[in-house]
């Protein structure tokens, strides 16, 4: 319980205020007027300009008085009393939203069905690919689950409507790639001490991650081609006992592999099941496919050391390189996510193709990277035939 602590009276001379930032917050001091504290620490919060409904105080509040003397006009001296306040402040938790309303508005949500149109296939062989990923499902910011939803739903639509106008002009698409980049749910444990904060449990997140891989699933299988499903793990995907800590077993014990399995069982029981090549990787760091000719590599990109594209395209070359060499895979296309936003770059013959993020935003990425966190994904055209990169028609929708 928070208690308020008075010390002895020192002869200390004030300093004003000033403020020290640590792990769990931030420890204010101020050497000046006192304040009414009775069981309520909000005149405390307000008065280091705190707003008590976002913040909160951390741990005991000590208080410090001592006198000093004050010499006056007219030659008199009078003693005053000092006061030092320390405290520790907290952003406060974001509350969970009460379950049986978000199930009712996610059921709605869920009812969404994907308007399309086929046409005739003609002209050179392509793979369509649609890549998405970093949609941290229960992450608080951008109206949680519910605007999460609403953003694949459109740019699922968006996807749907490019592949059937794109057939209907003459593409030959023999294959989507459905390629997951990873981060699909927030977590509440992991890497970061903002996971706890969500708006939705675990269970949540992943029950909506679930539900929104299959619409993705079925929206493509109405095309009745073949569909390769490709993902890969992650860093919020990570299950570890606390902050810093290894894995409980291995890196194979990830929330984005589990995801993948579990739509995996339900539409291995569907007449869909036998238009799909599933690539869920064990605890590997690459999962490398052929598609129309074209050999494909996908990673959520967490392992790069070091900041900035040029440390991506490094570790893509160096990746590349290692493939190469001990495993005989000529990698021409990198698919990534992780930086949350859209990037493209040609690496000696192996093409970037960097997703944006779907999650609700990050003030926190915008202030360190001076980038906006832009929601959207990429979709494009993947071929021997599309040039020397090996792609085409690159798109964020």
Known sequence: MTTLRDTEPDTRTPTGPRAETTEDGLTVYHDAWPVEITDDWSPLLRFFGFNPEEFEVTGDVKVSKWQQSKGNDDGTRDVLWLYSYKARFAR????????????????????????????????????????????????????????????????????????????????????????ANGDRVENIQGHYASQPRTTATLRRQIACAVDMDLARTEAF???????????????????????????????????????????????????????????????????????????????????????????????VKDQRDLLLFHGDTRMRIAFLGHKHHWYSESVSGTSIIQTPSLDGGSQYYTSQSGNLDAHGIVTGYVGASEGPLGWSGLSVL
Not at 222 to 230: E, G, M, S, T, W
């Open 92 to 179: 406060r938790a974001v509350p969970l939203m009460d379950e049986n309303a978000m199930d009712e508005r996610v059921a709605k949500a869920l009812r969404w069905k994907p308007r399309k149109t086929l046409g005739k296939a003609l002209g050179a062989p392509v793979a369509y690919f649609h890549q998405q990923g970093d949609e941290q499902t229960g992450k608080s910011a951008g109206d949680g689950i519910e605007g999460l939803i609403q953003r694949e739903y459109d740019c699922l639509q968006q996807s749907i409507d490019r592949l059937a106008y794109d057939m209907r002009r003459g593409y030959n698409v023999e294959a989507i790639l459905d390629v």
């Open 221 to 315: 299988a109405a095309f009745d081609l073949p569909i390769v499903k490709v993902y890969t793990k992650s860093n919020h995907g990570e299950l570890r006992p606390g902050l810093g800590m290894p894995a409980v077993t291995s890196e194979s014990d990830n929330l984005d592999l589990i995801v993948a399995e579990m739509v995996k069982r339900v539409i291995d029981r569907t007449p869909a099941a036998d238009l799909i090549d599933w690539l869920i990787p064990h605890d590997e760091d690459w999962q490398t496919f052929e598609a129309a000719g074209v050999v494909c590599g996908v990673s959520h990109g967490h392992k790069v050391k070091g900041s900035g594209q040029g440390a991506v395209a490094k570790w």
